[in-house]
C-alpha cells in the first residue's frame, strides 16, 4: 500500500524534504524544474507539491495521507486533521502591523477599523476576540501595500524577519501567534495505519533530536 505525502512549494517545502531524506522515509530527492505533480520518492511513497495553503486541505479529504504545513495555515482553514508534530523549522509569526508611529493603543480604540490580510478567518477571530469591529479585505499579494496606501488602517500578516515591514515603513503593533512546520495526518488514514505512521513519526522525532 502506497502512502501520499503532500509538501509546500517554496523554502518550507524544501526543508521538509530534507528532513523526510534524513529520517530515511523517502528514498529519492524530488526532481527539481519538473512539471509532474505526483513524484514517487521510493519506500512505496509518492509526494503531491501544493500551495502551502492547500496542504491541509488535501489531507483532511484524504487525497493525501500525510502533510507538512505551517500553523498559520492549519490555523486559517481549522482543518480537521492530526497534528502530532512540531517540526521546529519555518520559524515566523502571525502579526497586526501598521504605519511605523502608530501604537496599539491608538489602533484598538477606534470604533471601526479596515484591515488587509492573506488570512481572513485569523483576522476575524482575533478583532472579535477583542470584541473590535473590523472590516476584513482578502488580498492574495502586496498585503503590505494596503496600509502603506491607506486602503487599511492595518495588515494581518506572516514575517520572519520583519526587514519587508521595515523597508515599507511599517511596524508590528501586536503578534497574534507564533507560528512553525507540523506533521499532520488524515484521521481516517492515521489509525488505519496506526503502526507504520508511529513508525514515520519517530523516526522524524529522532532526526529532529539530532539537530
Known amino acids: 500500500m502506497s502512502i501520499t505525502i503532500a509538501l ?3 523554502r518550507l517545502g524544501e526543508e521538509a524534504e530534507r528532513i523526510l531524506l534524513d529520517a530515511k522515509i523517502i ?3 524530488i526532481p527539481g524544474n519538473s512539471r509532474k505533480l505526483i513524484f514517487d520518492v521510493g519506500n512505496d511513497i509518492n509526494v503531491i507539491i501544493l500551495r502551502a495553503w492547500d496542504v491541509p486541505t488535501y489531507v483532511e479529504n484524504g487525497v493525501a495521507d500525510i502533510g507538512i504545513c505551517g500553523k498559520d ?7 480537521d486533521v492530526l497534528e502530532l508534530l512540531d517540526l521546529k523549522f519555518g520559524y515566523c509569526k502571525m502579526v497586526v502591523a501598521a504605519k511605523d508611529g502608530i501604537t ?3 489602533l484598538f480604540s477606534k470604533s471601526y477599523m479596515k484591515v488587509s490580510t492573506k488570512y481572513p478567518n485569523i483576522a476575524k477571530k482575533f478583532f472579535e476576540s477583542l470584541s473590535l469591529q473590523a472590516e476584513i479585505i482578502k488580498l492574495y499579494g502586496s498585503v503590505e501595500l494596503a496600509a502603506v496606501m491607506n486602503m487599511s488602517d492595518c ?3 506572516l514575517v520572519s524577519t520583519g526587514a519587508t ?4 515603513g511599517l511596524a508590528v ?9 507540523r506533521l499532520i495526518f488524515n484521521r481516517a488514514s492515521f489509525y488505519f495505519n496506526l503502526n507504520l505512521f508511529m513508525e ?8 529532529l533530536e539530532k539537530r
Open 173 to 181: 503593533v501586536e503578534e497574534i501567534f507564533e507560528s512553525t512546520a
Open 27 to 29: 528514498e529519492h530527492p
Open 73 to 79: 495555515d492549519l490555523i486559517e482553514h481549522d482543518a
Open 155 to 157: 495588515i494581518v500578516d
Open 165 to 168: 515591514l521595515k523597508e515599507n
Open 104 to 106: 496599539k493603543d491608538s
Open 200 to 207: 514515520l513519526q519517530g523516526k522524524l522525532e529522532r532526526v
Open 8 to 10: 509546500p512549494k517554496g
